[in-house]
């Protein structure tokens, strides 16, 4: 736009008037002088007055100035230095002129001076101006004559401003023609608008037409322009021409409005567009909308009569950006508009607590908080702010069971952002207490919203013991969350948008992530709904799309994440078993994987990220690949040519992928997890591992199958084997493809020779303890009468059952863990009663051991009757470790924490411990039995025993039960010593063997040291076996014994005893005696 000011001066009239002057007068008549200048080009500089004396007076230039005659005058002295300027050229260049408004400058009348007063301006005049002026005659008068000169000037400074509009029409250089139709009704509708929208002096330049259908250039000249009357030029020549018929295109200067003036994340914007009041559009037959120059799906928008209406549903983020929409009238006219938006996050309402359960007698304070900068208040509230509280006071009618709801909502935000508190009173005993989750009654499930940038609740229960369990915590990142919510509403115009912004999220909050189960949850269902669209949609996803994917995936590997996994997978695994839900976090993420990788542009790629490393090549007859020098890939047949193979190697996934492999979970992931995805059919597949951790043994070739453990996936070797297993690379055969890896054993030890040991072991130990139970039954007739000995032999016989029944549910449980198909909850039947049982041959020797110190310290005929000391055995032996093994089952199966993750059939150590219920109950009796028996020993050596049959009977109980303690307690001990150590140092193969050679030699030593080193049951033994050949002899002579008698009084003189199971008749007790 240029500006051209106009210098107009107005007739000057100069007069010299006279004064009486002795001297006669003269008439001195000078003509007028016209002097025309045209027009010329200023800049506008200060202006400057200058003052000339009366007596150089200079005519200056002017526009159409006419100088009058000057009338004749009288004057006594002549005047002197009059001097009329002769006609003179003068030439000023052309000035570029700035200034844009139109300038009226006026030069006031100056008396008694010449004034020149020269405009805001640098004048500068192009043409040459002549100026001519008729030469005044000087005439010497008596008289003084004064000058008077009045001067008024006025300045208008012109603006122009280039323009154009297009018209629907096939160009042609003949609209340049002024004769033209087209030409003179363009200028006609252009100078009639801008005289009537500007001013009366505007005026149109250079029209001209150019190509592109007709594009109509030109130029408005006006004392002043500004947009606002543009447009309404523009409104002007479009209705001109539209009455015309002609096809023109208008375009919008003001933007696309909105119904919201700040656009929220997820918010519902409508946008419209619609010609400006006075715009002669009519009726809108079409609509086109693009978004960012893409065209916007037709179902989206809205026409009606006078406009059109674009319907953002949910604004995220990829909804960012420009969008035009162009309207096309009833005689081909367009209107065009345009507007950009973007979204802001929504503000972040918390209240605490959600849901809360209260007594009736007790006011409430409910707290609510928002964000910068945003506002918010209590809907009872009068005043907002970030932060707000309201307290509930005690009701005057309590009445439990009916909530109140309470609101808080911004304040300054379109639409209000609102969360509501749910108070609940209740007449229970409150036996919770918790500064996070509140107090109440049991049963009470409590929510309380996530903090920080986190949305969602954490949640917890109360339970029975007065603490909150099974807690929740189910806070996600809030631009995850956003995201999240995002990628269900995704297409092929936003989805790679969608991508580099998930990208760039995941990449500035790593460490928020990792920690977080729930927003790795979050992105683990964002990929599946990308697959999902790429698939149903078939989208092509470009190589800088796919390079995004593999940086999100990789945050959710790194160690940070390991933790964050073993929970998801816990919790995944203890909702298959509770029939909550059949799907698994980690294997659906590979899933995604492999769907996505169908949708992978086709072409040669290799995008390598520091996580993941995708290659994408074409597959020629064979193929051969090296991947990160971890894993080579060799296919040595292909069916099918000129098709392409991806190769995708995951560099952490074993921090994601569980180890259930064959129902057991004490394998470990020992190196890199491939996914291959080749185009064509595939039967064999050769793939080399390095292994990352040498020190692990027993490799299986596994692939990941999503259809095992009821839908959760799990690894299996069906198809694949092991080719060799040489300096720390693994090689593996299958027979198909899909995601491939190594498993490793860092906690089961093979080995023959241990094999070999626990099989015959156990098998001599199981044959001891039936035989020992056989001589208890041999010679429980002559055993009974005696107390002490009763209770020893009582308690000898339920430590060789505990262990016989342990040791049968050891192989039961073997064979559980063994199987194809597993079985958790035969397997968990499995080790209760394993646990139960060898807890219970534990505490039969504490029985055992007490009834030893009880005898010791008591007067040997009296204290406890034989039923007494019965029932408190059996209490002992049988009660406390039912309820050991209970209590342990109660705690730790709920959680999944009770076998160890189906690996065999026993108490779980890695995650709950649970092992330690046994263990230390274990050691603690055996330590317990170790001092009773230095007490026993120390009471009987010095013991000064009478000459009394019972008691030197009695004493004979307390040595073998104290005999049977002093080699039992330290081999139990060492034995499940071993079973400790072999926690401590899984690998060591000293300790496997010593622990399996002791524990199968269990039942051995209960026979021998337990039974067969009694001398009295050995003499039963002896008396029942020739009882009963005696009987078998005097089938004919029923009196014929004295032969087998005199040999048992031999028998018993060589043995220096005169023998055998008899009451005593003296003594209350029923002890034994020898008689």
């Known amino acids: 736009m240029t500006t051209e000011p106009v210098m107009t001066t107005p007739t000057t009239n100069a007069t010299t008037s006279a004064t009486n002057a002795t001297t006669p007068a003269n008439n001195i008549t000078t003509p007028a002088t016209n002097a025309t200048i045209p027009a010329t080009n200023i ?67 100056t008396n008694a001076t010449a004034t020149t007063t020269t405009p805001a301006t640098n004048i500068t005049t192009t043409p040459a101006t002549t100026t001519t002026a008729t030469t005044a005659s000087t005439t010497t008068v008596p008289k003084t004559t004064t000058a ?102 208008f375009v919008s200067t003001s933007d696309l409005p909105a119904n919201l003036s700040k656009i929220f994340v997820g918010a519902a914007v409508n946008i419209t567009c619609a010609p400006p009041p006075g715009l002669s559009f009519g009726n809108v037959q079409t609509a086109a909308w693009t978004h960012n120059g893409i065209d916007v799906n037709a179902m989206e928008y809205t026409v009606t009569d006078g406009s059109s209406i674009l319907t953002v549903n949910t604004f995220y983020r990829t909804n960012d950006g420009m969008y035009e929409c162009r309207l096309q009238g009833n005689r081909s006219s367009v209107y065009i508009q345009s507007g950009t938006f973007s979204a802001i996050s929504a503000p972040l309402v918390k209240v605490n607590p959600i849901s809360i359960t209260v007594k009736c007698s007790s006011p409430v304070t409910l707290k609510c908080e928002v964000n910068s900068p945003y506002t918010v208040k209590f809907t009872d509230n009068a005043v907002s702010g970030q932060q707000d509280t309201f307290n509930v006071k005690v009701p005057d009618q309590c009445k439990p069971g009916e ?55 954490m949640t917890a ?9 099974n807690l929740q915590n189910n806070c996600v990142l809030s631009r995850v969350n956003e995201l999240l919510s995002q990628s269900k509403k995704l297409d092929e115009i936003t989805l790679p948008g969608f991508l580099e912004e998930l990208s760039n999220v995941t990449h500035n909050y790593t460490n928020e992530i990792a920690n977080s189960p729930a927003t790795i949850h979050a992105i683990v269902e964002i990929l599946q709904n990308i697959a999902g669209t790429a698939s149903n949609y078939s989208i092509t996803i470009s190589e800088n799309s796919t390079k995004h994917i593999l940086e999100t995936t990789g945050v959710l590997t790194v160690d940070k994440a390991k933790n964050s996994w073993i929970m998801i997978n816990k919790n995944d695994s203890f909702n298959s078993n509770q029939s909550i839900s059949n799907t698994s976090v980690s294997s659906s993420l590979l899933n995604s994987f492999e769907t996505i990788t169908t949708r992978v542009l086709n072409q040669s790629l290799n995008i390598p990220t520091t996580y993941i490393i995708l290659n994408k090549t074409i597959l020629n007859n064979s193929f051969t690949g090296n991947f990160n020098s971890s894993v080579n890939v060799d296919i040595p047949e292909v069916d099918g040519i000129n098709k392409f193979i991806t190769v995708i190697l995951f560099d952490s996934m074993d921090n994601v992928l569980p180890t259930n492999y064959s129902g057991s979970s004490d394998k470990i992931i020992n190196g890199k997890v491939v996914l291959i995805k080749p185009q064509a059919t595939i039967n064999n597949i050769t793939l080399t591992f390095e292994i990352t951790n040498t020190t692990l043994g027993d490799p299986k070739c596994v692939f990941w199958d999503f259809d095992l453990s009821k839908g959760l996936g799990a690894w299996s070797n069906e198809g694949c084997s092991l080719v060799f297993n040489v300096n720390e690379t693994v090689s593996c055969n299958c027979n198909h493809t899909t995601s491939f890896s190594i498993l490793m054993s860092p906690n089961t030890y093979r080995d023959p020779v241990l094999d070999f040991i626990t099989y015959i072991g156990v098998g001599i130990s199981m044959g001891s303890l039936v035989i020992c139970l056989i001589i208890e039954a041999i010679i429980w007739r002559k055993i009974r009468n005696n107390s002490t000995s009763y209770l020893r032999h009582v308690s000898i016989i339920n430590i060789a059952l505990s262990l016989l029944v342990a040791d049968i549910w050891f192989i039961v449980g073997a064979a559980i863990s063994d199987a194809t198909q597993k079985n958790p909850s035969a397997c968990t039947a499995a080790t209760f009663f394993i646990h139960f049982f060898y807890l219970a041959l534990f505490f039969w020797m504490l029985a055992s051991a007490l009834l030893l110190l009880y005898r010791t310290l008591s007067v040997f005929d009296g204290g406890l009757s034989k039923i007494t000391m019965l029932i408190i055995g059996f209490c002992l032996g049988y009660g406390a470790p039912l309820i050991i093994a209970t209590i342990t089952i109660a705690v730790t199966a709920p959680s999944n924490e009770y076998i160890r993750e189906n690996t065999v059939c026993w108490l779980n150590w890695n995650e709950s411990k649970a092992l330690l219920a046994f263990v230390i109950p274990a050691l603690l009796i055996v330590v317990i039995n170790l001092v009773i028996l230095f007490v026993v020993l120390y009471k009987i050596l010095r013991r000064k025993v009478g000459r009394h049959a019972a008691q030197a009977g009695e004493k004979h109980v307390l040595v073998v039960i104290a005999r049977s303690l002093a080699v039992l307690t330290p081999f139990f001990g060492i034995t499940w010593g071993l079973g400790v150590g072999i926690l401590a140092d899984p690998t060591n193969r000293g300790i496997h063997i010593a622990f399996a050679f002791f524990n199968s030699l269990q039942g051995f030593f209960i026979l021998v040291f337990g039974t067969l080193l009694d001398s009295k049951v050995r003499s039963g033994l002896i008396i029942k076996s020739l009882a009963s050949q005696g009987r078998t002899r005097s089938t004919s002579a029923g009196t014929s014994s004295s032969g087998w008698e005199n040999l048992l009084r031999k028998f018993k003189r060589g043995r220096g005893s005169t023998g055998g199971y008899n009451v005593s008749s003296s003594g209350s007790s029923d002890s034994f005696s020898n008689t």
Not at 420 to 429: G, K, P, Q, V
Not at 461 to 469: E, F
């Open 148 to 249: 008077s000169t009045t001067t008024a000037s006025t300045l208008i400074i012109f603006v122009t401003r280039n323009d154009s509009f297009k018209m629907n029409l096939n160009f042609s250089d003949k609209y340049n023609d002024k004769n033209n139709q087209v030409y003179t009704d363009v200028k006609g509708a252009i100078e009639d608008s801008c005289h009537k929208d500007l001013s009366n002096y505007c005026s149109m330049d250079s029209l001209q037409f150019r190509a592109g259908s007709t594009i109509a250039d030109y130029t408005l000249r006006a004392p002043s322009i500004v947009d606002n009357k543009v447009q309404q030029v523009k409104v002007g020549i479009f209705n001109t021409l539209a009455e015309k018929n002609y096809p023109v295109e």
């Open 403 to 457: 909530p109140k709801i309470f609101t808080c909502e911004t304040t300054n935000t379109n639409p209000a952002y609102r969360q509501t508190i749910t108070l609940n009173y209740s007449d229970d005993r409150f036996i919770c207490e918790s500064d996070t989750y509140g107090s109440g009654p049991e049963g009470y499930v409590s929510q309380v919203l996530c903090k920080g940038d986190y949305v969602g609740a």
């Open 43 to 109: 800049t506008a500089i200060p202006a400057t007055n200058a003052t000339t004396p009366a007596t150089n007076l200079t005519t200056i230039l002017a526009t159409n100035v006419t100088t009058p005659a000057i009338p004749t005058t009288n004057a006594t002295e002549p005047v002197t230095n009059v001097t009329t300027i002769p006609a003179t050229n003068i030439t000023t260049p052309t000035t570029n002129v700035t200034t844009t408004p139109a300038t009226y400058i006026t030069t006031p009348a």
């Open 461 to 469: 229960k109360c339970l029975h013991d007065g603490s909150y369990g």
